[in-house]
């Protein structure tokens, strides 16, 4: 089945630097790729998503990007603020499976 | 307006206990899951089900049993709670089972005594 690394596991960075999350898929079917942010004692919420046919999107200071080959894909937010603080989830699935997450970063802006 | 609300947000039990968490979606989705947060924040899928009828059903011990009465409502009963129970289960929902985004629930923190 589907195995989803994610990696670093914490990311401090100050405020107006850039952050950069890796994830890492196994299943080369794999085709759907969303990203997920927790802020603290809520729900996840979708902030971002890619599917196999594109290798790069963005929304504001969001983007994400995916190479098929290596079998990794990237979200990358710019000019961070106290607000992007939060845990942030990567996950992968091919079509009709389940969702598998990685395990999470937690990000730190500093002011 | 809430798209998917779950009932009770906090559910405090003895060990061996039974009980329910309650899921109920607004949004006309067709699939519905239930996933299990850990306390190091893992996020694991336990059981899907589309319009009805249960698709995904993960390694999970048999003392939980979802029902889905219709495709707005899926519930999760627990039967004989464990301390490893203790945990946030959020309820999710889709527009299909194919990839399409899930929508959370707030969560139900369940903590066994």
């Known amino acids: 089945g589907e195995n989803v690394e994610q990696h670093p596991s914490t990311l401090s960075v100050q405020e107006g630097d850039s952050a950069v999350i890796k994830c890492t898929y196994s299943?080369?079917?794999?085709?759907?790729f969303p990203w997920y942010k927790q802020e603290l004692g809520k729900r996840p919420q979708l902030i971002i998503d890619?599917?196999?046919?594109?290798g790069e999107k963005k929304d504001q200071r969001i983007a994400v990007t995916l190479n098929k080959t290596a079998k990794h894909f990237s979200l990358h937010i710019t000019e961070t603020q106290p607000e992007d603080s939060a845990v942030y989830f990567c996950a992968a699935c091919k079509y009709g499976n389940k969702l598998v997450f990685g395990a999470g970063t937690i990000l730190r802006v500093k002011s | 307006d809430t798209a998917v609300s779950q009932t009770p947000k906090y559910l405090v039990t003895q060990m061996g206990n039974d009980k329910s968490i309650k899921c109920e979606q607004n949004l006309g989705h067709d699939t519905m899951y239930w996933y299990k947060q850990d306390s190091k924040k893992f996020l694991k899928i336990m059981f899907s089900y589309n319009n009805k009828e249960l698709i995904i059903n993960e390694t999970v011990p048999n003392r939980f049993s979802p029902k889905s009465p219709d495709k707005a409502h899926l519930n999760l009963h627990i039967n004989s709670l464990e301390l490893g129970d203790s945990a946030v289960y959020f309820c999710?929902?889709?527009?299909?089972?194919?990839?399409?985004?899930?929508?959370f629930g707030p969560g139900t923190r369940l903590l066994v005594l």
């Open positions: 999710a929902s889709s527009q299909s089972a194919a990839q399409e985004t899930q929508y």
């Open positions: 890619i599917r196999s046919n594109v």
């Open positions: 299943d080369s079917a794999s085709n759907y």
